[in-house]
């Protein structure tokens, strides 16, 4: 059997090549990862929301809250977890002043904040100014390294049940429908 001829001095060239390019740049510049996690949200099943943030802002391990980016139409953040591969990249870390950070705060709009559970249940939370998101491992900054950073997501993943809830409900209102045409006679 004979083996094709390769020519490694010939380039193919499709969509992603660009998007390779591209992160080819950014492997000389350091560029931090973090990932952050609500414990309280985590707890309660959360494994999704929408946010209409205000203002971020870092906060150091004394307390102090530190500006970062500041989002005068709000921004909606489509907030996922590490399972879906999605990630938001911070340019503007390298302004924080040198210390180690603790949390990110997320200052919220007043509407359309909505957080969706494992389950697919979906709730409105308007109520809140802000949210903190706990750095895992916490991160230490030696100013202007690093250039920029990726923040991941920790949610709980959905329930693979829940494609099933509108069957099951449907299961529910029929055994109780015949249950009582049962009980009337």
Same mark, same amino acid.
């Given at each position: 059997?004979?083996?094709?001829?390769?020519?490694?001095?010939?380039?193919?060239?499709?969509?992603?090549?660009?998007?390779?390019?591209?992160?080819?740049?950014?492997?000389?510049?350091?560029?931090?990862?973090?990932?952050?996690? /609500? !414990?309280? +949200?985590?707890?309660? %099943?959360?494994? &999704?929301?929408?946010?209409?943030?205000?203002? #971020?802002?870092?906060?150091?391990?004394?307390?102090?809250?530190?500006?970062?980016?500041?989002?005068?139409?709000?921004?909606?953040?489509?907030?996922?977890?590490?399972?879906?591969?999605?990630?938001?990249?911070?340019?503007?870390?390298?302004?924080?002043?040198?210390?180690?950070?603790?949390?990110?705060?997320?200052?919220?709009?007043?509407?359309? /904040? !909505?957080? +969706?559970?494992?389950? %697919?249940?979906? &709730?409105?939370?308007?109520?809140?100014?802000? #949210?903190?998101?706990?750095?895992?491992?916490?991160?230490?900054?030696?100013?202007?390294?690093?250039?920029?950073?990726?923040?991941?997501?920790?949610?709980?993943?959905?329930?693979?049940?829940?494609?099933?809830?509108?069957?099951?409900?449907?299961?529910?209102?029929?055994?109780?429908?015949?249950?009582?045409?049962?009980?009337?006679?």
């Amino acid at each position: 059997m004979k083996r094709a001829n390769f020519h490694p001095y010939i380039w193919a060239f499709s969509p992603i090549t660009s998007y390779v390019l591209a992160n080819l740049e950014e492997d000389e510049r350091e560029i931090k990862e973090l990932i952050l996690k /609500n !414990t309280r +949200h985590y707890n309660l %099943g959360v494994s &999704e929301m929408h946010l209409n943030v205000t203002k #971020l802002t870092a906060i150091d391990s004394s307390g102090i809250e530190h500006f970062i980016l500041d989002f005068p139409n709000q921004m909606t953040l489509n907030i996922k977890g590490i399972g879906y591969g999605h990630f938001y990249k911070l340019k503007k870390i390298s302004s924080l002043p040198s210390n180690t950070y603790t949390h990110f705060r997320f200052y919220l709009g007043s509407t359309g /904040n !909505t957080f +969706h559970f494992k389950d %697919g249940a979906v &709730e409105n939370k308007n109520a809140c100014n802000y #949210l903190d998101f706990e750095i895992e491992n916490k991160v230490t900054l030696n100013g202007g390294n690093p250039s920029e950073a990726k923040i991941w997501f920790d949610m709980v993943p959905y329930e693979f049940k829940r494609h099933f809830k509108w069957f099951t409900e449907w299961l529910h209102r029929f055994k109780n429908l015949k249950s009582s045409i049962q009980n009337a006679y």
